[in-house]
C-alpha cells in the first residue's frame, strides 16, 4: 500500500522551531518530486515547499524563504520541511504530496498525500 505519512507537527511560540517529517513506504521515494503544502482554517490549500527527486532543486513560496528549508534522506525514505522562526500565520495543517519524477510546484500535479499534521504557533 502506497501511504506518506506526515510526523512532527505540534504547538510552539512564535520565533520557535519544528521539523516536519514525511515518510513513506510502498514506494521508492527518491524517484519521486515531494511537496509541502498547508492549509488554514477557511484557506485554500497552498504550496510552501517542494524537492526535486534528486535533491538537486528545491522551491519555497515567497513568506517562508529564509525560514524553511526541505530536504531529503533517500536512504530513510523520508522527505523533512524544517521550520524556524515561525509565526502566527504559519498555523495550518500541514501535507506532504509526491509525483513521480517531473517537477511541479501546482497542487493538482501531486496524487499521492498524506493525511497532514497540525502546526500551531501561539503568539
Known amino acids: 500500500q502506497v501511504q506518506l505519512v506526515e510526523s512532527g507537527g505540534g504547538l510552539v511560540q512564535a520565533g520557535g522551531s519544528l521539523r516536519l517529517s514525511c515518510a513513506a513506504s510502498?514506494?521508492?521515494?527518491?524517484?519521486?518530486?515531494v511537496g509541502w503544502f498547508r492549509q488554514a482554517p477557511g484557506k485554500e490549500r497552498e504550496f510552501v515547499a517542494a524537492?526535486?527527486?534528486?535533491?538537486?532543486?528545491?522551491d519555497y513560496v515567497d513568506s517562508v524563504k529564509g525560514r524553511f528549508t526541505i530536504s531529503r534522506d533517500n536512504a530513510k525514505n523520508t522527505v523533512y520541511l524544517q521550520m524556524n522562526s515561525l509565526e502566527p500565520k504559519d498555523t495550518a495543517v500541514y501535507y506532504c504530496?509526491?509525483?513521480?519524477?517531473?517537477?511541479?510546484?501546482?497542487?493538482?500535479?501531486?496524487?499521492?498525500w498524506g493525511q497532514g499534521t497540525q502546526v500551531t504557533v501561539s503568539s
Open positions: 524537492i526535486t527527486w534528486s535533491g538537486v532543486a528545491t
Open positions: 504530496a509526491a509525483r513521480f519524477q517531473a517537477w511541479t510546484t501546482a497542487i493538482r500535479g501531486y496524487n499521492i
Open positions: 510502498g514506494l521508492t521515494l527518491s524517484s519521486y518530486t
